[in-house]
């Protein structure tokens, strides 16, 4: 926080000589409004410093560091998303009274804040007890107390990541030995899930998964014990995250409240030799054996072949396909690289009913010349629309005379 109140001082003395009071003010207020997170980044500067350099305002600083962590950590792209909110507001109001009308409100936590210069333990505290109102609120009492709590050091850990290196002993200190003492499987399973963020598929996967399934249990009111559908989804995880290159592993994962495709995009030469073929068509072949969801992991050496197998897939009204999301990764080998990760669900308004239900409304048959559109495509594979249904096209029956290339005879549109 010092170098970042010196960061802010520097430049607020640029600005001046350059821009002016006016335009200074003026330039803040445009930045604020581009995003408003960072008038609590501003706030926490300030108070910090105020406290720092005069032991002023105390409450201020403390409150507004706090406020300003948790709001950067939980309104992560990646954490964010997976926890199915698109805006998490926190603010630290300080209370003295009992009868104060804040303690009524839905969403208030009561917090015991130490009075420290720093505000680690603090913001790690406020995390821990935010955690049951925002994730799988409606799932903990369908698991064992271990499990939710292995969960929760795993989100701690990553919040103390995002702190900084300094924070890990006060993490270690006052959550990790206190929370796993004298339980062994809530240790060892903590380990696995730290494992499985390494690797990159926590949040954007793991995490996501037991969320959306919190959602469903509170919609269908089902009351059952599924702590062992968590650890088995754990344990197959983390048998992704430990594979070797080359490792054949399941890559269907059906059980009864998790129907999960994977499939990992082929290093960058296997991938251009092989083209798009086989993934489009493992994507229908995983759907077709009762999946709910394919997930599509690539990796940063062939990020050129994997954003175009985005844009494919996401011309093909069939599916609804995600953004791209792109995390660090800790591969086996102790290799600090990139993977993307998108996810595809089949799309309800595109049925096999409609699809039959426009066959026969334009009366097509096997061997209609149509006319139709292109979508996308690569150059092994073309995706065009026809009628409102989607047509693939191979490589392989573009000729019968020679080999050749989609991306040669055909442009998009």
């Known amino acids: 926080m010092d170098n970042e109140l010196s960061e802010l001082f520097d430049f607020i003395l640029k600005l001046l000589k350059e821009y002016g009071i006016w335009g200074v003010i003026i330039l803040l207020g445009i930045i604020v409004i581009q995003d408003p997170d960072r008038i609590i980044k501003l706030k926490s500067i300030f108070w910090g410093g105020t406290f720092r350099l005069f032991k002023l305002g105390t409450r201020k600083y403390i409150g ?137 598929i926590f949040s954007p996967i ?93 990796f940063a050496s062939n990020t050129s072949f994997y954003h175009d197998l985005h844009d494919l897939l996401n011309s093909d009204k069939r599916y609804n396909v995600s953004d791209v999301q792109k995390v660090k990764s800790l591969n086996k080998d102790g290799i600090i690289e990139f993977i993307e990760i998108l996810s595809i669900e089949k799309n309800t308004d595109n049925s096999d009913d409609k699809f039959k239900e426009l066959v026969e409304y334009h009366e097509l048959k096997n061997g209609d010349t149509v006319k139709c559109q292109l979508l996308d495509l690569m150059p092994d594979l073309a995706i065009f629309d026809v009628y409102g249904l989607t047509g693939y096209l191979y490589s392989k029956y573009c000729s019968w005379s020679r080999q050749t290339k989609c991306s040669d005879l055909f442009f998009k549109g």
């Open 64 to 200: 507004t560091s706090i406020s300003y962590r948790l709001n950067k950590f939980f309104n992560d792209d990646h954490l964010n998303k997976a926890f199915g909110s698109s805006n998490l507001r926190f603010e630290v109001k300080w209370v003295k009274r009992i009868d104060d009308p804040i303690l009524k409100q839905n969403g208030t936590i009561i917090l015991n804040l130490e009075n420290t210069n720093d505000q680690t333990r603090n913001i790690l505290n406020a995390t821990q007890l935010s955690l049951p109102l925002i994730l799988c609120s409606s799932l903990r009492s369908s698991i064992n107390k271990d499990y939710q709590d292995a969960i929760d050091l795993t989100i701690l850990k990553k919040m103390t990541d995002q702190i900084g290196k300094f924070a890990y002993p006060v993490f270690e200190k006052y959550f990790l030995e206190p929370g796993t003492e004298g339980k062994m499987e809530l240790f060892e399973l903590h380990k696995k899930l730290v494992r499985i963020d390494t690797y990159g």
């Open 206 to 298: 793991f995490i996501e998964e037991i969320n959306i399934l919190s959602s469903k249990f509170y919609a269908e009111a089902i009351r059952e014990d599924i702590s062992e559908d968590i650890k088995d989804l754990i344990l197959y995880l983390l048998s992704i995250a430990e594979r070797n290159i080359g490792e054949e592993i399941e890559l269907s994962y059906i059980r009864k409240y998790f129907k999960l495709g994977f499939i990992l995009v082929a290093k960058k030469a296997k991938a251009l030799s092989e083209g798009a073929s086989p993934y489009v068509e493992r994507v229908g072949k995983d759907f077709r054996y009762s999946c709910d969801k394919v997930y599509l992991i690539g």
